[in-house]
């Protein structure tokens, strides 16, 4: 722990000192911001789930680019007549009859109104639009957790602070019972002194259990079963000040790169192809057909060619061109074009929609980032001024100047600015890290 005194508080820093090489030393990897974004962007189960939605894109891909492919369709049938019906020499009689059918067919389509490759664009679209959701998953989880990140350095200094306190409170009770021996202090101040320090206690455990659930909330995004163990590095970097850019220069930035952003512009894209892809059906179409088939016909009570033979004297193929044309189908394919269209301006406001929320959350986080700023440098101001009235207490109090409330109560300041030095700190690392992350940079610390 750091000297939270001048050089003169000797016995202070000696306990502070004695508590610190007290703590059990973990034998656990601490973790950096980046390797918990890292494992918690691997295991998350909502970003598995996004992954698994782009992988059906791809395959919704893979069968549209496949729809160019001729199909082929194998066939075979077996049918009894009873009564007059048609014999293999294609002539009528009141006889059962059977026959039996083979054939293979296939149809290449040769021209849809250009629907395929439109088709095709569009779902490379859908596939382009799913992965950047998968980014924008992975961003937001980032995001979580560099705040829970935040949240643990702040709670770890917090709890160092408390535990300072109880170590200032430790040594007065120490004093104090020292000197009520000697006749020069009263019980009353050592009962007085003693509760002040119970007091600290609580709020040391308090910080400390604030520590543990910090922590429980950042193994969670993590998806680890347990946070028993589990260590964060302390940025070692000093906190300097850093000129802010406008939320606007920012936001022009973000426009470039920001996942929601081009998602959003991809589907606003594909409804263009949507609605070629009903305008196809105002086109003729054409398609090849082309086909094997064989039959084997039987007769009651009456001579026929084998199998084999038949087989292969009714063998035959064929091939064509069939050609679709619409005339008239009731207004369907006029509506579904007035439909894609009110899609593509319904797109077209969802984009307009994400671009404002993505500014107001920019502006957020400028001025939060200039507040933070503003209560960092005057928190530090407060501090050295509240550290400067404690030591100077503490001397008029060790000189019988000054009473043992009198004292406290410039403890009591000091280690408050002490704390909020500490939440400004944080918070002002977390909003310029924040801020930066819009501007494209890693988050990190």
Request: hydrophobic share 40%; glycine share 4%; proline share 3%.
């Amino acid at each position: 722990m750091r000297n939270i005194l001048s050089n003169t508080i000797v016995p202070i820093v000696t306990i502070v000192t004695i508590i610190t090489i007290s703590q059990p030393v973990s034998a656990q990897q601490q973790w950096t911001l980046r390797q918990c974004a890292d494992y918690a962007i691997s295991h998350n189960i909502g970003i598995q789930q996004k992954n698994l939605v782009r992988q059906q894109m791809q395959l919704h891909l893979s069968t549209a680019k496949n729809s160019r492919l001729p199909d082929l369709t194998g066939a075979v049938g077996e049918t009894f007549s009873f009564g007059r019906g048609l014999t293999m020499d294609n002539t009528y009689t009141n006889r059962s009859t059977s026959s039996t059918s083979f054939s293979i067919n296939t149809s290449v389509p040769l021209f849809t109104g250009f629907r395929i490759p439109n088709n095709i664009q569009l779902n490379q679209l859908n596939l382009e639009a799913a992965t950047e959701d998968l980014e924008k998953a992975k961003n937001d989880i980032r995001m979580q957790v560099a705040k829970a990140y935040v949240q643990i350095l702040y709670d770890m200094e917090m709890a160092d602070v408390a535990w300072r306190q109880v170590a200032i409170d430790s040594m007065q009770v120490a004093r104090l019972e020292a000197f009520f021996h000697n006749g020069k202090a009263s019980g009353a101040e050592v009962s007085q002194q003693k509760a002040t320090h119970a007091q600290s206690v609580l709020t040391a455990t308090q910080a400390d259990n604030n520590l543990q659930l910090a922590l429980l909330t950042l193994t969670q995004l993590l998806e680890l079963p347990t946070p028993e163990g589990f260590e964060i590095v302390r940025p070692s970097a000093p906190f300097n000040a850093v000129v802010l850019p406008s939320p606007e220069v920012v936001f022009e930035e973000a426009l470039l790169f920001k996942p929601e952003i081009k998602a959003e512009q991809i589907r606003l894209d594909a409804t263009a192809r949507s609605i070629k892809i009903e305008q196809a059906a105002r086109y003729p179409q054409l398609a090849l057909n082309g086909g094997l088939q064989t039959n084997y016909y039987k007769t009651s009570g009456m001579q026929s060619d084998n199998f084999g033979t038949q087989i292969k004297n009714n063998f035959s193929q064929y091939i064509g061109l069939n050609l679709s044309v619409p005339l008239f189908n009731r207004f369907s394919t006029r509506n579904k074009i007035s439909l894609a269209r009110l899609d593509r301006e319904n797109q077209q406001l969802k984009l307009d929609n994400v671009k404002k929320t993505l500014y107001k959350e920019i502006q957020q986080v400028y001025y939060n980032a200039v507040a933070a700023k503003a209560k960092y440098e005057s928190s530090m101001a407060a501090r050295q001024s509240s550290q400067d009235a404690f030591v100077l207490a503490q001397a008029k109090y060790e000189n019988g100047k000054a009473t043992i409330t009198e004292f406290n109560e410039a403890k009591n300041r000091y280690l408050k600015a002490e704390s909020d030095l500490v939440q400004a700190r944080y918070e002002h690392l977390y909003q310029i890290t924040l801020l930066d992350f819009y501007r494209g940079k890693e988050l990190n610390f």
